[in-house]
């Protein structure tokens, strides 16, 4: 892995997975549906769709290495040089997705999606819209009719 030893660069690879890994361990908390959403998230993209399972698991591997060496506040920063502008917009996706997987957002989680909307390269107001769409698309609508 490149981005795994200081003064390297991530691939793009690297550095799209890491956004989401990171929105997963903002809160110090990797439940198993985050890693079981991040994981079929990123398996049914390129590049990781053609990766071998060993492949795949020494790549988050290294990412969660440097996140414990680092914190998430440094992967993002190595992560986001490496990214286009679409990539990155996707990748908040993906992060604001896991964040709100849970239907619940904790102030960490919070303060995770308001620092990577300021460190991407997003149109204002980008940030706001997706999380808005996956604020909405997690909104539990029937909790209150479930025993109808």
Request: aromatic fraction near 6%; include cysteine; charged fraction near 20%.
């Amino acid at each position: 892995m490149n981005g795994t030893e200081q003064g390297f660069s991530m691939t793009p690879a690297e550095a799209f997975a890491a956004i989401p890994l990171a929105a997963v361990c903002c809160d110090s908390n990797f439940s198993l549906e985050e890693a079981h959403i991040l994981k079929e998230q990123l398996i049914h993209r390129s590049p990781y769709r053609s990766m071998t399972p060993v492949a795949f698991g020494q790549l988050i591997d290294g990412l969660l290495h440097l996140l414990r060496r680092d914190h998430w506040q440094e992967l993002i920063r190595q992560a986001v040089p490496a990214l286009t502008a679409a990539q990155q917009e996707v990748a908040y996706g993906l992060a604001t997705q896991l964040v709100f997987c849970d239907r619940v957002v904790k102030p960490e989680e919070e303060t995770f999606l308001t620092m990577l909307g300021t460190e991407l390269s997003l149109p204002p107001g980008r940030a706001v819209q997706i999380q808005e769409v996956f604020a909405l698309l997690q909104c539990d609508v029937l909790a209150d009719v479930a025993g109808a």
